[in-house]
């Protein structure tokens, strides 16, 4: 399979941030691609905003869930939730062939595990994207920084036939996108590494309501760091070496390098929307234990940023930020 095998449409499924963000550079770049999701199939009018600009305007064509499409996707990008992951994939396959190849780039862990409970025998692929972006209304994406792509089959190896092939066309597009991409030979290492910095920075930016930049000037920094190497440790005990050293460093040049950025988690929680703690500290928590690895600090920072609290501590964040008049104490 090559890039020209997979002419026809693309489908992304998660018109979020992200999704928006694909879906913009994809039609720039002469893609055919369309975007699923949830509510109204009406057509999407988009601009791409970069450095302050303007790249790009176009029309997307939206679907949705539940309404068949007028033809069916050759390739197919799920970047939802990760708490939504499962249901995209059994809720996408009406829209694509039956040999799509499918990639999951959401964040969060146990997706593998997903696709092969669920995704039957098309190519099954698994990645990361480091790229910012943050939705603006219905009609504008800002792209906020440049970041890699990686995409591998999810076990370090085919275990579906034309997996590698799948990736290799899928990396062609997005480089033809503009996309920093790598092929990587095992899609399930770059998720986990991802991860263990996500589970570390996530979470305490979240918690102390500060840009990414300011984590590393706090006391709790040192949380990030705990939870990263404890994600880290159950990557090992289930056969994928993440390395056991060297967490502070990564995570302080993940701070530098997204500076301004408010990462997704603190985004959710300030807009009120669910956020992906069970899916990220909450995960390794509860796989920690059914593997007898320890991991404190992701049970502590999931317990504190689970939904109950995760309101209070949004209802405490603005409390701080708005100030009280005196009278009101």
């Known amino acids: 399979m090559s890039a020209a095998d997979l002419r026809g449409v693309v489908l992304i499924q998660g018109p979020g941030a992200i999704g928006r ?61 990760a708490y939504d992951v499962r249901d995209a994939i059994t809720s996408g396959m009406s829209h694509v062939t039956p040999d799509a190849p499918i990639l999951v780039l959401s964040n969060g862990l146990g997706h593998d595990e997903s696709l092969r409970e669920l995704a039957g025998a098309r190519p099954t692929l698994l990645g990361t994207i480091a790229c910012g972006a943050r939705a603006e209304g219905t009609d504008a994406v800002h792209a906020l920084g440049e970041g890699s792509v990686l995409i591998g089959p999810p076990s370090g190896g085919s275990t579906r036939s034309g997996e590698d092939a799948a990736a290799n066309a899928l990396g062609s597009l997005f480089q033809l996108a503009g996309f920093v991409t790598d ?8 998720q986990w590494s991802k991860a263990a910095l996500n589970c570390g920075l996530n979470p305490v930016a979240a918690l102390l309501g500060v840009p990414n930049g300011a984590v590393p000037r706090t006391p709790y920094f040192r949380w990030a760091i705990e939870a990263a190497r404890e994600t880290a440790g159950l990557a090992r005990a289930t056969g994928l070496e993440l390395p056991e050293h060297g967490w502070c460093e990564r995570l302080r040049a993940l701070c ?13 929680l300030e807009a009120g929307r669910r956020l992906e703690i069970d899916h990220l500290n909450g995960w390794v928590a509860r796989r920690a234990r059914r593997l007898h690895v320890s991991a404190p600090r992701n049970r502590r920072l999931a317990e504190v940023l689970s939904s109950e609290h995760a309101q209070l501590l949004l209802k405490l964040q603005r409390f701080v930020r708005e100030g009280v008049p005196e009278a009101q104490y």
């Open 256 to 268: 530098d390098a997204t500076a301004p950025n408010r990462c997704s988690m603190l985004q959710d």
């Open 183 to 190: 092929v990587v030979p095992d899609g399930c290492f770059a």
């Open 21 to 81: 963000l694909l879906a913009a550079r994809f039609q720039r770049a002469g893609v055919p691609v369309e975007l699923l999701g949830r509510g109204s199939p009406a057509d999407l009018s988009l601009s791409l905003i970069e450095n302050g600009q303007i790249s790009h305007r176009g029309v997307v064509r939206r679907r949705a869930l539940g309404l068949p499409g007028a033809t069916l996707a050759r390739a197919w990008i799920i970047v939802t939730k």
